[in-house]
């Protein structure tokens, strides 16, 4: 069974950054494609962005493109979302995810997700 553990979310003012980080446990970490999505009170929940499974290839959301960067580290298990020119309509809970599909566009393509952790952008 795999634990996907997000961690660096918090409170920032608008125009600032933040990094999340994402442990995945489990051997097989190198061959899945990583993900964050993101989910906003009374909204659905939506796809920010993705790297395959070796790092190759990344894929963004609209919304972020050219603000956040996506990256991960098979020796660490781990994914990084780097986020930055932080707007207030960022806010939401953003969870991490493993597919086998790439890019996980939708929430059906993902296989494990994390908790969450929540993403606060002041005006």
């Known amino acids: 069974q795999v634990q996907l553990v997000e961690s660096g979310g918090g409170l920032v003012q608008a125009g600032g950054s933040l990094t999340l980080s994402c442990a995945a446990s489990?051997?097989?970490?190198?061959?899945?494609?990583m993900g964050w999505f993101r989910q906003a009170p009374g909204k659905e929940r939506e796809f920010v962005a993705a790297?395959?499974?070796?790092?190759?290839?990344?894929d963004y959301a609209d919304s972020v493109k050219g603000r956040f960067t996506i990256s991960r580290d098979n020796a660490k298990n781990t994914v990084y979302l780097r986020m930055g020119s932080l707007k207030p309509e960022d806010t939401a809970t953003y969870f991490c995810a493993m597919s086998r599909q790439f890019p996980p566009h939708y929430s059906g393509s993902v296989e494990y997700w994390g908790q969450g952790t929540q993403v606060t952008v002041s005006s």
């Open positions: 489990g051997r097989t970490f190198g061959i899945y494609a």
């Open positions: 790297i395959s499974g070796n790092g190759g290839r990344t």
